[in-house]
């Protein structure tokens, strides 16, 4: 990123399109998160929040994922139990 003498850095623009949910590697990367959150879904795939955000309720809908807690402007997720 060229700053040069303006002091501005070029904007990053995140996707708007949903990673496969079914891949071992879009799975395996929210697997290692300590904390799930829409943030950094939205870092980690490099999305879009407003994008990471309905990812991560189509994964809590599908029992994926299960909500854990939040404050007013923080969801906080777990990866759900595997049943056995």
Do not use: C
């Not at 850095?9 to 990367?29: F, Q």
């Not at 795939?45 to 990812?55: H, P």
């Not at 189509?58 to 994926?64: F, M, P, Q, W």
Request: charged content about 30%; glycine content about 8%; hydrophobic content about 40%.
């Amino acid at each position: 990123m060229s700053t040069q003498n303006t002091g501005r850095r070029e904007k990053i623009v995140g996707g708007v399109d949903i990673p496969d949910l079914k891949s071992k590697e879009t799975m395996g990367a929210i697997r290692g998160m300590k904390a799930i959150t829409a943030t950094a879904v939205a870092i980690r795939f490099n999305l879009k929040v407003s994008v990471a955000k309905r990812m991560l309720t189509d994964l809590e809908s599908k029992g994926v994922i299960e909500f854990v807690t939040r404050s007013t402007n923080l969801k906080v997720y777990k990866m759900a139990a595997e049943e056995s």
